[in-house]
């Protein structure tokens, strides 16, 4: 038996107006180079100018990691040469990371685990190369986008525990606004390490670098544990090394030998001077973190008491979660409200392929409409016409219900004059019911027949029953 160790190095761009070190736009585009100044090139006498906004979004992004912070800015050369690095080494953070001795709080199979932060650091992104069959083309409109990388520690057991920690660092990276997290845009890529031992020793890793979708990801660790067993069990060696991990085949393929950080030859960046941080600045920073998904879900759970597959679908979208918490500040059931938005709201906006931010239903009316529900003004299926009707029309649900006419009746006399009558007409309905057929449902039916369903279903029925048991 095999103990499974994995540990990942999960790259982000930074959501800027301009790149880490230049002015060039730092926008997703489909045209090749269209985003390039002389310095993402690295022509002759070109000098980086650090940009402070990504350096605060990767500050912010540390403290929300649980990071300890550095007492300076400070960035380092990572010399190295590859076709998409034009300057022929990579301005990055080695001597003073913007963030180091972290975690992230994952669940897993309903237990709470934490996964260690190694460090996270801002760097620039690299050109990016696409491959043809007898040439390559080389795109620079990547080439010194702000990229942030989190390290973690060698702490994963398992595909589940990963896929767990990367869903949980992209609702973070979206929380707090630091990137789109865009894995089909190439914002957020992935690199995973994977070891195998016979025990709590850690084995020789092999790394599969670029993987940008997290169902690959899983597929990935699974076929390269498979593979490492193959080889351990048929008496090999596992190597140091990078591969390729091959969907289609499901197979892992070696690349090059994996160096270590000495071969990178590092040393500190001459044309960026050091940056005091002050703490002021790390507190104002710090103020700008939103209560996260972790938190917000044992809330949910805690103080609403709704269960943990609700509380995850409310906070997979902070806008949503936002939104919720907004009817339950307002003073709407909890419970209520949770069913609603994970069924009606979130189903009309995936519908349409709308964000909750452009629905016309403000969380004051979506209180409105349920509390209409909960003090019998009308019955559960008309407020979905109610719903639906709002939401065309964008208009309140007071309005809907006067002009559709559908206040629920409520005053027993009226409902048991109905009742009365009905049953005076049918006296051979009462006998079959009494000799165990199932006639209640029909009268149930006519008193909602002549009241258009108005009739507040629940009091029907006990009139309907008590009236049965006269006769």
């Known amino acids: ?19 880490n070190f230049s002015s060039a736009k730092n926008a997703y585009s489909e045209y090749p180079n269209e985003n390039v100044s002389v310095v993402d090139l690295g022509l002759p006498g070109i000098l980086p100018v650090a940009n402070k906004e990504a350096f605060r979004k990767s500050l912010l992004m540390a403290l929300a990691l649980n990071c300890k912070t550095p007492d300076i800015v400070m960035f380092d050369r990572k010399n190295y040469y590859y076709p998409d690095l034009p300057k022929g080494y990579q301005i990055t953070q ?39 069959k007898d040439y390559s083309l080389i795109d620079y409109n990547r080439a010194g986008v702000p990229l942030l990388e989190t ?22 990276f979206l929380y707090t606004g630091v990137s789109e997290a865009r894995t089909d845009k190439g914002q957020m890529r992935v690199d995973v390490n994977i070891s195998l031992s ?18 690959s990801v899983r597929l990935a660790i699974e076929t390269e544990i498979k593979r490492q067993k193959e080889v351990l069990e048929n008496g090999g060696v596992i190597l140091q090394e990078t591969r390729r991990f091959d969907e289609d085949t499901l197979t892992t393929h070696s690349l090059r030998s994996k160096v270590d950080a000495v071969d990178y030859k590092y040393y500190i960046e001459p044309n960026i001077p050091p940056i005091k941080i002050t703490d002021e600045w790390i507190d104002e920073i710090k103020s700008e973190i939103p209560m996260l998904q972790f938190d917000r879900i044992n809330k949910y759970m805690e103080v609403y008491g709704l269960s943990r597959y609700d509380s995850e679908i409310l906070v997979k979208d902070k806008a949503v979660s936002d939104y919720f918490e907004e009817c339950v500040f307002i003073g709407c059931n909890p419970k209520s409200i949770s069913n609603w938005i994970t069924t009606s709201v979130l189903g009309y906006l995936n519908k349409n392929e709308l964000d909750i931010k452009d629905l016309s239903l403000t969380p004051k009316m979506l209180c409105e409409l349920i509390d209409m529900v909960d003090n019998n003004k009308i019955s559960s299926k008309q407020s979905k016409e109610v719903f639906s009707k709002c939401l065309e029309e964008n ?49 149930v039916g006519q008193v909602m027949k002549e009241t258009r369903g108005k009739a507040n279903p629940v009091l029907t029925r006990d009139i309907i029953n008590e009236e049965m048991e006269k006769r």
Request: hydrophobic share 35%.
């Open 1 to 19: 038996m095999y103990k499974v160790t994995i540990g990942l190095e999960v790259h982000c761009e930074v959501k800027t107006n301009s790149k």
């Open 94 to 132: 080695e001597t003073k990371p913007v963030g180091v001795n972290g975690y992230v709080m994952i669940n897993v199979d309903g237990e709470d685990k934490k996964i260690g932060i190694n460090n996270i650091h801002l760097e620039e992104d690299t050109a990016s190369l696409d491959h043809f």
């Open 151 to 172: 390290v973690t520690e060698p702490c994963m057991h398992s595909s589940t525990e990963a896929i767990a920690f990367l869903e949980a660092l992209k609702g973070i």
């Open 198 to 215: 016979k025990d709590d020793t850690l084995g020789t890793r092999t790394e599969m670098k670029n993987i940008n979708s997290f169902n």
């Open 395 to 443: 208009k309140e649900p007071n309005i809907v219900v006067k002009e559709l006419g559908l206040t629920q009746i409520t005053d027993d006399k009226t409902i048991r004059d109905i009742v009365t009558k009905l049953l005076d007409e049918r006296p051979d309905l009462i006998e079959d019911h009494r000799k165990g057929k199932n006639t209640f449902d029909y009268f």
